[in-house]
């Protein structure tokens, strides 16, 4: 049977604020399914275009698949959003990419022609579920020296890939973390973010962290706007004596969860859905898992070219600042100032945080707004380092390109 | 100290076992940079399974709460306030184990004052004000949003109404004055009145929004933040709040007018409680709200005072906890496993049992008769019953399949019974009948089956005499229309050991019924006293008293019908048969009517006509009464007929037919459906000093179901 592979676009995506994971955190005693299920029906909401029953796949990832994020969450999320049962719906995990991966792999569905639309975000409550909860390595990764033991400490490969990029100091990453909190800043004073989050309830019934009762959540919690060089100077490297990543070079533990909805161009056009990114190409890539900071550089590789586009093309970069180091080796490699306004324009991760599995859709989110706003811009990509050893890329195109006319 | 904290005070000390609610102000930025707010969340700490609830330190809580923003707002450093209710709950109203301590009328008041000085403050804040009823609202919990300028609705609220007439009281924190000011007298008399009186009915979100009570409705996935993002559109002025005008014309009388129709048609004058709301609805008409706060805390505090509300709080409590713990059942872990069961009988007794029993037990039930034909006619009425449910969705298509499957006739016992561990007779009301029954299915049930009787009247030790397992003989005796009587009498015969008895209190559990243990007496508790009650009417018609006369001097009393309409609904066939089983066992207390006789006789079912709209007598069954010439005044008939049912209560709690009067009354509300304000009977009868005068006693402590000393 012949097939014509069909254009795949972002329609649209939306995020809880982000929490910081622990018994202060906003999210404490919020759920994580909850989290998600708010973005899902946010995402509804804001595209009211969108019969729900042409929803062909939830798609939600999770890095720990236990508890509220057990269950195949894809699917119970959809039940409890209020989507119709004849909606199905799985989990997925990439770790830190699982958002991404969960649109590249509906997106893939899309093109194939198996799906119309879907929904693809993720969720992750490291307060509820800290990294590394139940795991159970298989001893022959040590034994057999398949990884080395700092594989599964991604501040220690943070720390590694400070080792392979030696000009890439403590200080250039400090400078790139003071940078990241000054354009979240700045991003939420011109009203680049809210407009994407969606207001979460909480509850809080434990008087040592704030007031008690029901609260609203409107902003991202971990932010530390007006953070300098000093302060980050001397805080603590508890990943390596005399190291160089600290809480304040690298994204924290926190809470929160996303959704994005992709469809195919004809589908999202045919129901007056806006169209705000094309899907270029999508790549993967593994490398040493000790050094996964450094996956997004030949995951981008591949993807360009799948695109038969260089990096010279790409105008606008989100790139998951997970370690300040992992954004600077990639900027590095490609011969990007470490200061270069097309990347991260709104800063990154080390600002709003990093709820694993729910990041990707976040760059998402953000590149979208930025290619509405710059439509000089014809190319832009989303990437992010994945715990042991790997990186994920996306190449979009903005619709709104007007470079040709 | 302000005067509200000093009321609080006085009464908090009145009632130290309060489950205290808290009430949390918690701030932050609304959406839309609508600016700085402050929520109030209602919590006492407990998950849903405790609702929160409103005693005098919860509300001084509430009252400090309003301070904090008072001042916040008087500053400017809020633009507006929220008040909502911890998961699954915004708050179910005044804590009534509170209210059944109260001895003293100033007392009551300061509880009716005390919450209205707390809640109004939220109408006079310098901020607008806002309720998100999130979860469960009844009572001062509904009152508290009504004082708010603002309310938004969860469509997943399962349980909102302002059950306060339904327990003898009036909605005292507002609600009778502030409920028809904002949706209108006719919407308000349905919710204070008309759904209180139909067995306290609850509205959903969806209908309290649909009323113009709430001005939002969201859905409960995230209904607080839709909430939230209204408030922050009405704040900014996005959103214009519309609400109906209401008629406070002649639309607003006749209003009032209904309510004390459905008043008069459900408690005929015999309980005051909707009377006194109608009354605060009827007055609120003018829109002075503080005059209707006040009458509210006058018609509160005599209420609380008043025999009828504790006989309804005590009526409350039976239902809500006697009813679900039985007293006098054994050890539950005895139950054995029921997951067959035989009905003996066709009939439609019978096929209603079937019916019951596989709704839910949902395990196989097998109905036998005498003929291929009754058993066919049994097994097609309780799947047409099963269609009727799938056209009414109260099932879906799978569970009718399911329940149908379940449901199957045989003429041998032997096939059916084999694997039944519960068998139940509905056969003709004769001993020898039902003894000839329980010996065939001995026969060929199982060792362990229990066998069940559901007689109204014979003898339960009896039917087993002749059994070689007597013990596991016990009655279930239900009540007609099965489907919608909650009580069932369970009913121990001489030999019937605790294992069977446990199974019996377990089967009921599932039946969701209420189970009351009676001991193998003649017609056990409703029968009993329901007959000796119809005997004595009859007793003074037959000597001369007019029927009007007969059927007026019970009126007071509020009952859910007048005797003979009640004869006429049991059937004057079986009345007249179950008098005379009463009357062979009790010949000098029970008497058999010879004008009833004659009545059966003749072959009518009953002894009102309804041509005229109104029921009149019957001149087929006027001609037939041969009466005396002693003619009663309706007080000395009351007096007659309340004397003989004290008496026949004292005779039973002697006998020991139940274990506590409370069993009595339990039986009389759920069995005869005898009203909350008469406490069941009891309460009334101590109240209304019939009970000193009959058996020199009262029935129960005084505070039990009465203010305390």
Same mark, same amino acid.
């Given at each position: 049977m012949p097939r014509t592979v069909r254009d795949v676009v972002f329609v649209d995506g939306v995020r809880t604020p982000f929490g910081k994971a622990g018994p202060k955190g906003v999210y404490h005693e919020t759920r994580a399914d909850d989290l998600v299920v708010k973005a899902i029906r946010e995402l509804l909401r804001r595209n009211p275009g969108l019969d729900p029953k042409k929803v062909d796949e939830v798609a939600v990832a999770a890095t720990t698949q236990i508890g509220d994020q057990g269950l195949t969450i894809g699917r119970t999320a959809g039940i409890l959003a209020g989507l119709p049962t004849s909606v199905p719906g799985y989990s997925i995990d990439r770790m830190c990419?699982?958002?991404?991966?969960?649109?590249?792999?509906?997106?893939?569905?899309?093109?194939?022609?198996?799906?119309?639309?879907?929904?693809?975000?993720?969720?992750?409550?490291?307060? %509820?579920?800290?990294?590394?909860?139940?795991?159970?390595?298989?001893? /022959?990764?040590?034994?057999?020296?398949?990884?080395?033991?700092?594989?599964?400490?991604?501040?220690?490969?943070a720390e590694n890939l400070h080792d392979r990029y030696p000009t890439i100091t403590k200080l250039r990453a400090d400078e790139y973390a003071v940078r990241s909190q000054e354009k979240a800043a700045k991003a939420y004073a011109n009203g680049k973010i809210q407009a994407d989050l969606v207001p979460v309830s909480v509850r809080r019934t434990d008087p040592a962290s704030g007031e008690t009762g029901w609260g609203l959540v409107t902003a991202d919690e971990p932010m530390r706007p007006g953070t300098t060089l000093e302060n980050l100077a001397n805080l603590k490297t508890p990943f390596r004596v005399h190291g160089r990543v600290t809480a304040g070079n690298a994204a924290g533990l926190n809470d929160g969860a996303t959704a994005s909805l992709i469809a195919s161009e004809d589908f999202a056009r045919e129901n007056g859905?806006?169209?705000?990114?094309?899907? &270029?190409?999508?790549?993967?890539?593994?490398?040493?898992?000790?050094?996964?900071?450094?996956?997004?550089?030949?995951?981008?590789?591949?993807?360009?070219?799948?695109?038969?586009?260089?990096?010279?093309?790409?105008?606008?970069?989100?790139?998951?600042?997970?370690?300040?180091?992992?954004?600077?080796?990639?900027?590095?490699?490609?011969?990007?100032?470490?200061?270069?306004?097309?990347?991260?324009?709104?800063?990154?991760?080390?600002?709003?945080?990093?709820? @694993?599995?729910?990041?990707?859709?976040?760059?998402?989110?953000?590149?979208?707004?930025?290619?509405?706003?710059?439509?000089?811009? /014809?190319?832009?990509?989303?990437?992010m380092c994945v715990g042991f050893g790997m990186g994920a890329t996306v190449i979009w195109e903005n619709p709104h390109f007007e470079g040709d006319k | 100290?302000?005067?509200?904290?000093?009321?609080?005070?006085?009464?908090?000390?009145?009632?130290?076992?309060?489950?205290?609610?808290?009430?949390?102000? %918690?701030?932050?930025? @609304?959406?839309?940079?609508?600016?700085?707010?402050?929520?109030?969340?209602?919590?006492?700490?407990?998950?849903?399974?405790?609702?929160?609830?409103?005693?005098?330190?919860?509300?001084?809580?509430?009252?400090?709460?309003?301070?904090?923003?008072?001042?916040?707002?008087?500053?400017?450093?809020?633009?507006?306030?929220?008040?909502?209710?911890?998961?699954?709950?915004?708050?179910?109203?005044?804590?009534?184990?509170?209210?059944?301590?109260?001895?003293?009328?100033?007392?009551?008041?300061?509880?009716?004052?005390?919450?209205?000085?707390?809640?109004?403050?939220?109408?006079?804040?310098?901020?607008?004000?806002?309720?998100?009823?999130?979860?469960?609202?009844?009572?001062?919990?509904?009152?508290?949003?009504?004082?708010?300028?603002? /309310?938004?609705?969860?469509?997943?609220?399962?349980?909102?109404?302002?059950?306060?007439?339904?327990?003898?009281?009036?909605?005292?924190?507002?609600?009778?004055?502030?409920?028809?000011?904002?949706?209108?007298?006719?919407?308000?008399?349905?919710?204070?009145?008309?759904?209180?009186?139909?067995?306290?009915?609850? @509205?959903?979100?969806?209908?309290?929004?649909?009323?113009?009570?709430?001005?939002?409705?969201?859905?409960?996935?995230?209904?607080?933040?839709?909430?939230?993002?209204?408030?922050?559109?009405?704040?900014?002025?996005?959103?214009?709040?519309?609400?109906?005008? &209401?008629?406070?014309?002649?639309?607003?009388?006749?209003?009032?007018?209904?309510? /004390?129709?459905?008043?008069?048609?459900k408690v005929h004058g015999a309980a005051p409680a909707a009377y006194r709301a109608l009354d605060i609805i009827a007055a609120a008409k003018d829109g002075d709200l503080q005059a209707g706060f006040d009458a509210e805390d006058q018609a509160l505090a005599d209420l609380i005072m008043s025999g009828e509300l504790r006989a309804g709080l005590y009526a409350f409590n039976l239902v809500q906890k006697r009813g679900k713990r039985p007293a006098g059942a054994p050890d539950k872990n005895l139950a054995r496993p029921v997951t067959k069961v035989g009905v003996v009988g066709a009939g439609l007794m019978a096929s209603q049992l079937a019916l019951l029993f596989v709704r839910r037990l949902e395990v196989p039930v097998v109905l036998t008769d005498i003929d291929q034909e009754r058993v066919d006619k049994g097994v097609g009425y309780v799947h047409a019953e099963i269609d009727k449910l799938l056209l009414k969705d109260r099932i879906n298509r799978d569970k009718a399949n399911r329940l149908k499957a379940l449901v199957t006739g045989v003429l041998d016992k032997a096939e059916g019974f084999a694997d039944a561990d519960f068998v139940i007779e509905a056969v003709f009301e004769e001993i020898g009948v039902k003894q000839q029954v329980f010996a065939e299915v001995e026969a060929v049930a199982p060792a362990h089956a229990i066998l069940a009787t559901n007689t109204s009247s014979l003898s339960v030790s009896e039917m087993a005499s002749k059994l070689r397992h007597p013990e596991r003989v016990v009655g279930f005796h239900f009540f007609n229309p099965v489907a919608v009587l909650p009580l069932l009498e369970i009913v121990r015969g001489e030999r019937t050991d605790d294992a069977s008895l446990a199974t019996a209190f377990a089967v009921a559990r599932k039946l969701k019924?209420?189970?009351?243990?009676?001991?193998?007496?003649?017609?056990?508790?409703?029968? %009993? &006293?329901?007959?000796?009650?119809?005997g004595e009417i009859q007793n003074v018609i037959d000597e001369g008293t007019p029927v009007e006369v007969a059927e007026k001097a019970v009126e007071p009393l509020g009952l859910p019908m007048s005797p003979l309409v009640l004869l006429e609904l049991v059937g004057p066939a079986i009345g007249l048969h179950v008098s005379e089983t009463l009357h062979r066992a009790f010949p000098d207390r029970f008497t058999v009517s010879p004008n009833l006789k004659a009545v059966v006789e003749a072959g009518k079912r009953g002894f009102y006509v309804y041509d005229s709209g109104k029921p009149e007598l019957d001149p087929e069954v006027a001609a037939l009464l041969k009466q005396g010439d002693t003619v009663l005044t309706e007080e000395q008939v009351r007096d007659r007929v309340l004397d003989a049912v004290a008496q026949e209560i004292g005779l039973m709690l002697a006998e020991g037919v139940v274990a506590e009067a409370q069993d009595i009354d339990l039986c009389l509300i759920t069995g005869a459906g005898w009203p909350f304000h008469l406490g069941g009977v009891t309460p009334y009868l101590d109240r209304a000093g019939v009970a000193e005068r009959v058996n020199g006693k009262r029935f129960l402590e005084p505070g039990v179901a009465s203010v305390p000393a």
């Open positions: 990419a699982g958002a991404l991966t969960a649109v590249t792999t509906v997106a893939g569905s899309v093109a194939f022609g198996a799906y119309d639309v879907a929904i693809a975000g993720g969720v992750e409550h490291m307060g %509820r579920h800290p990294m590394g909860e139940g795991v159970d390595p298989n001893p /022959r990764f040590v034994s057999e020296k398949l990884v080395d033991e700092s594989a599964l400490f991604m501040g220690m490969t859905l806006p169209v705000k990114m094309r899907l &270029i190409s999508y790549a993967f890539a593994g490398v040493e898992p000790e050094v996964m900071g450094y996956g997004p550089i030949p995951a981008t590789e591949k993807a360009l070219a799948q695109a038969g586009l260089s990096i010279s093309d790409i105008g606008l970069f989100e790139i998951n600042e997970a370690f300040a180091v992992q954004v600077l080796a990639f900027l590095e490699h490609y011969g990007i100032a470490d200061d270069d306004e097309r990347v991260n324009q709104y800063g990154g991760a080390i600002a709003f945080g990093h709820p @694993l599995a729910s990041s990707g859709v976040r760059l998402m989110t953000q590149l979208a707004r930025q290619f509405e706003e710059q439509p000089h811009v /014809r190319y832009g990509l989303t990437t | 100290m302000s005067t509200t904290a000093e009321l609080l005070k006085g009464a908090a000390e009145l009632f130290p076992g309060e489950v205290v609610t808290q009430a949390h102000v %918690r701030h932050f930025d @609304l959406p839309l940079g609508a600016g700085r707010f402050a929520l109030i969340t209602l919590d006492n700490g407990h998950d849903h399974t405790k609702p929160t609830t409103l005693g005098p330190q919860s509300l001084a809580n509430i009252d400090a709460a309003i301070d904090q923003v008072e001042k916040e707002a008087a500053d400017g450093g809020i633009v507006g306030v929220g008040v909502t209710g911890k998961p699954f709950v915004f708050a179910v109203g005044a804590d009534l184990k509170g209210v059944e301590l109260l001895k003293r009328h100033e007392d009551a008041v300061a509880i009716g004052k005390g919450g209205h000085d707390v809640f109004k403050r939220l109408s006079t804040l310098a901020v607008p004000t806002f309720a998100y009823y999130n979860g469960a609202a009844m009572g001062g919990g509904v009152e508290i949003g009504l004082h708010c300028a603002y /309310r938004t609705v969860s469509a997943a609220v399962p349980a909102f109404s302002l059950p306060e007439v339904f327990l003898g009281l009036v909605p005292g924190w507002g609600g009778c004055t502030l409920l028809p000011n904002l949706i209108g007298a006719d919407k308000a008399v349905t919710v204070v009145i008309e759904n209180s009186l139909n067995q306290n009915k609850q @509205l959903k979100g969806g209908q309290v929004y649909d009323l113009g009570i709430a001005d939002a409705l969201f859905e409960g996935a995230d209904f607080l933040e839709q909430s939230l993002v209204w408030t922050a559109s009405v704040l900014k002025g996005e959103i214009a709040v519309e609400r109906p005008a &209401i008629d406070r014309g002649e639309g607003w009388d006749q209003a009032v007018a209904r309510g /004390r129709s459905i008043a008069d048609s019924k209420t189970a009351v243990l009676v001991k193998d007496a003649p017609a056990f508790v409703v029968n %009993r &006293i329901l007959t000796r009650f119809m």
